[in-house]
């Protein structure tokens, strides 16, 4: 279940992204028009999609006139759009509507972009779960965190804070698994659960050892998870992570693991083609 759009996020995104693009105005548009003179235009879907970043498109419209209007908003993040149907439909004066066209679009096209590639990888995947990284725009986390979730993936931590993640140069530097889980333990509440990370079968056998939550299998050949995922046998959850590509869902969807982890959902996911047309 996805969460909302913290309300300050989207106001500094939007506050951010119109001072970028305006400053002090569009010397085009407000060479050609004057004020009161109402416009309206319609936002349509070039390709097919998942939704994302409805109410951020809206909050730049509404930022730059307290009067913009929306109707046929039949859709809702998370939703299917398919190439060629209406969005929805924009009022208000035609200079805002200009100033803001670019900057409204460049965030729906983005996140709606990574809810469309997102999908794609969860029902590639399936019955193995989806999760994303913290491999994301810096800055920028809640909002391509949220496109995830929209489409149908789940998140992982949101940052270093809320879960214990020991990974290969925790282990090094510590001097090995045990020797870490030991530490954290003492350190951090019992309901916090443990993930670590492991590159082989000793490091399985030690991970079990300790009672960890969830086991990370990290680059790992499909025989090697198959391995680990037999030996580990439900005692902790797994994770699937390292250079996972859309190819090589198709396999891992039958090794049993409970999750997979894919940077490139918020990395490299294409923004889609949405386009506004003046009416």
Known sequence: MKNSLDEKAVDLLVVNALEEDIKDGDI??????????????????RETMILCGLDVFQAVFKKLDDNAKFSSGNFKDGDEVVAGEIILNIECDVIPLLEGERSALNILQWLSGIATLTHKYVKKAAPVKILDTRKTTPGLRVFEKYAVACGGALNH???????????????????????????????????????????????????????????????????????????????AKTEISGGITFERLEEISTTGANFVSIGALTHSAPAVDISMNIK
């Open 157 to 235: 931590r949101f940052g270093l804070y809320d879960q214990v993640l020991i990974k290969d140069n925790h282990i090094e530097a510590a001097g090995g698994i045990s020797n870490a889980v030991s530490a954290v333990r003492k350190n951090v509440p019992e309901d916090k659960k443990i993930e670590v990370e492991v590159q082989s079968i000793e490091e399985v056998n030690e991970a079990l050892e300790n009672n960890v939550d969830i086991i990370m299998l990290d680059n790992m050949t499909l025989d090697m998870m198959r391995q680990c995922i037999a030996l580990i046998n439900g005692k």
């Open 28 to 45: 085009t548009t407000r060479n050609i028009f004057s004020e009161n003179k109402n416009a309206s235009a319609e936002v349509i879907a």
